[in-house]
């Protein structure tokens, strides 16, 4: 008989474990185990949806006839890790093979595959992980074939494979990507989208007990937890997505607005990522609303964009360049990351916004951790492994394979422009643009170098001082480099900058 591990973003009926495995004779193992807990931070929340989610899908799997074997979270337990569950497991049944699925995250893949089958005095088979549309194979033969590993491509091929929004082998529409009718600000206008609230069960009272118990010492609240912790109630997010938010989700992809945490995003990235959801439905499900006439092309052309390209993409970067990646520092950054980012407390409102955001909920949207967070980051110096880690640990959906490279590549410019051309480095002026946080600020958007001037401002400029010798000669960021030898007041920005870099903690 055969052990078959399932770990926690695996959460699938159609995983590939179970698809070669026999439900008469082998045993599922699933644990929850402090190693996995603790690695980082976790925000509570992402720790009690995984947990829940695990025990109810070990519950389905017996309701399916499997034989499963699960450790619930014991603090004291000798049982601290994936690896000690198999090995208390392995005196329990004569098992003769462990069968995993491919990992997520690097650290652990590479701890199965170098020392387990040594450890345990047993083979162990990796399968593929063929929940995503691309394999890591195809995607370096993909990488082989070009010199710059730009998303766009890669998106056009996947586009090709799929056939999603094509006609034979043209898009529909004529145009590949939508991105530029996708940057409206929202002031009010259309509604937000209803809230859908769950009802809990005792496995979910349970497991917000635990972590309530366990975990309270990590940032963020568990008070405002909303997200679904079974398949069928995943599939109602993705149901109320399609019906009330896909329709704006393109106008509205980079908007931002005080008080309102979500707009017209989809939030499935949790399930998407625990295996709750398959990308493919997702995908299928925003196609046929845009053939249905439900949802207009640049909204469904750009939420499959997400999933279907970025999501794929970060992927394929994260395989194929790990483990060096994770320790890219191309701009040379080494700043402590500021007390604020765990505590939320700054004067600063947009960054306020999206703390409160962050541990009321668990999530931030892409532009929110884009422009805002990862901004400030990217403007201060921050060094790129600590911001890295903050991603990892705040948000519900986050896991290496996606958090590392949407940071350190798109965020934090760390890998010298492999996946972001050039850097996503803004002012203040652009947060006004795309928001109404300024009006509610204690910062003054307009100016760059008085007291209360707002702190995007000099930082961008100095940012783009310190590293004029890497972008000044850059095609795409000429024009930044004109307007900065206009500017009159280089020496002041020079100096403002630096002060405020030297008391951060207190903006
Ligand atoms: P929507 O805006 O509704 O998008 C739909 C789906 O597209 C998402 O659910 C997600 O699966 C996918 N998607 C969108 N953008 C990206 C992207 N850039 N990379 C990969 N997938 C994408 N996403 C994670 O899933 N986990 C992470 O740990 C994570 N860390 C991030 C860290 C930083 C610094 C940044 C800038 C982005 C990060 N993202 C991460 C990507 C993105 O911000 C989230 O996927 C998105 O905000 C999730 O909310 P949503 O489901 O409402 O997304
Ligand atoms: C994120 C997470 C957490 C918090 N806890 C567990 C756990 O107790 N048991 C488990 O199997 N998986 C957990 N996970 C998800 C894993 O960290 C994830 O499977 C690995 O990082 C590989 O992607
Ligand atoms: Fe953010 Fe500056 Fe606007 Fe304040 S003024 S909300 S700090 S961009």
Request: hydrophobic letters at 40%; proline letters at 4%; one cysteine or more.
């Amino acid at each position: 008989m055969r052990f078959g591990l399932i770990l926690g973003d695996q959460l699938h009926h159609q995983l590939a474990t179970l698809k070669v495995l026999d439900r008469t004779q082998d045993v599922i193992l699933m644990a929850e185990v402090v190693e996995e807990a603790t690695y980082v931070a976790h925000h509570p929340q992402k720790i009690a949806l995984i947990f829940s989610a695990m025990r109810h899908f070990a519950k389905a799997l017996k309701a399916d006839g499997w034989r499963v074997r699960y450790h619930a979270f014991e603090s004291g337990s000798p049982i601290r890790s994936l690896l000690d569950f198999v090995q208390s497991q392995q005196q329990l049944f004569p098992v003769t093979e462990l069968v995993v699925t491919h990992c997520g995250e690097y650290r652990l893949q590479q701890q199965i595959e170098q020392h387990w089958s040594q450890r345990l005095q047993l083979p162990v088979q990796c399968l593929n992980d063929d929940r995503f549309f691309c394999s890591l194979e195809q995607f370096r033969h993909f990488a082989s074939r070009y010199q710059t590993l730009r998303m766009e491509y890669f998106y056009r091929e996947m586009r090709k494979q799929t056939g999603y929004l094509m006609l034979g082998q043209q898009p529909i529409g004529q145009q590949w990507n939508y991105d530029s009718a996708n940057r409206k600000a929202w002031s009010g206008s259309p509604p937000l989208p209803p809230q859908l609230n769950f009802e809990r069960d005792q496995i979910d009272v349970d497991v917000f007990a635990l972590v309530e118990r366990e975990f309270c010492q990590h940032s963020g609240s568990l008070a405002n937890f909303r997200w679904a912790t079974t398949r069928s109630n995943a599939k109602r997010v993705l149901e109320h997505f399609i019906t009330h938010s896909l329709p704006y989700f393109g106008d509205y992809q980079d908007a931002m607005a005080q008080g309102t945490d979500t707009l017209f995003h989809s939030l499935l990235s949790p399930y998407l990522n625990c295996g709750l959801l398959l990308p493919k439905e997702v995908c299928d499900a925003a196609e046929a609303a845009y053939y249905a006439g439900h949802a207009p092309l640049n909204a469904v052309e750009g939420f499959i964009r997400q999933i279907l390209g970025w999501r794929e993409y970060v992927r394929g970067i994260y395989w194929l360049y790990m483990p060096e990646y994770a320790n890219r520092n191309a701009l040379q950054h080494s700043s402590p990351l500021p007390q604020f980012y765990w505590t939320g407390h700054t004067q600063m409102n947009c960054m306020a916004e999206c703390f409160r955001n962050t541990f009321q909920n668990a999530y931030a949207h892409h532009i929110q951790r884009l422009m805002i967070t990862g901004n400030f980051a990217l403007l201060s110096g921050v060094d790129p492994q600590q911001i890295s880690e903050w991603y990892l640990a705040v948000y519900a959906d986050a896991y290496e394979w996606v958090e590392l490279p949407n940071t350190l590549g798109m965020v934090m410019h760390a890998d010298g422009g492999l996946m972001a051309s050039k850097p996503y480095a803004a002012s203040g002026n652009y947060i006004h643009k795309m928001s109404d946080y300024c009006k509610h600020c204690t910062y003054n958007v307009k100016t760059r170098t008085e007291p209360d001037s707002c702190p995007f401002n000099s930082l961008y400029w100095y940012f783009m001082i310190r590293h004029e010798a890497i972008f000044r000669t850059h095609p795409r960021m000429g024009m930044i480099y004109r307007q900065l030898d206009k500017l009159k007041d280089r020496q002041q920005i020079i100096t403002h900058a630096q002060q405020l870099l030297s008391r951060i903690d207190e903006l």
